[in-house]
């Protein structure tokens, strides 16, 4: 069965940095993007950051633009998330999401909603804290 299991939260101060990782199984993890999403207490499930299956394109939300990246290391069903110049405001249980469909064009990974997710890990708390 599909799993998704993500570690690496924690402790940051605002302007550090933080790596996430989701370790995949159960599917041919290089057939599908893969998402990260974060939920903040008392707010919505947010979008962060998409990436297709072979790695060839990414798509941010602007909140995290330039701050963090979204990578995929498809030989080890791993993906990653590399948080930086980390604020108070990233604080949220981080999770990692797999796409419904296989072989997601580059073009459409802008219009994926929390809706178009399959399987949901278990999420990793990131707190940014002085």
């Known amino acids: 069965q599909v799993q998704l299991v993500e570690s690496g939260g924690g402790l940051a101060q605002p302007g550090g940095s933080l790596r996430l990782s989701c370790a995949a199984s159960?599917?041919?993890?290089?057939?599908?993007?893969m998402g990260w999403f974060r939920q903040a207490p008392g707010k919505e499930r947010e979008f962060v950051a998409v990436?297709?299956?072979?790695?060839?394109?990414?798509y941010y939300a602007d909140s995290v633009k330039a701050r963090f990246t979204i990578s995929r290391d498809n030989a080890k069903n791993t993906l990653s998330l590399q948080m930086n110049s980390l604020n108070p405001e990233d604080t949220a249980l981080y999770y990692c999401a797999k796409d419904k469909a296989p072989l997601r064009r580059s073009y459409d990974l802008q219009l994926l909603g929390p809706r178009d997710y399959d399987f949901w890990g278990q999420g990793t708390q990131v707190t940014v804290s002085s």
């Open positions: 159960g599917f041919t993890f290089s057939r599908y993007a």
């Open positions: 990436i297709t299956g072979s790695g060839s394109s990414v």
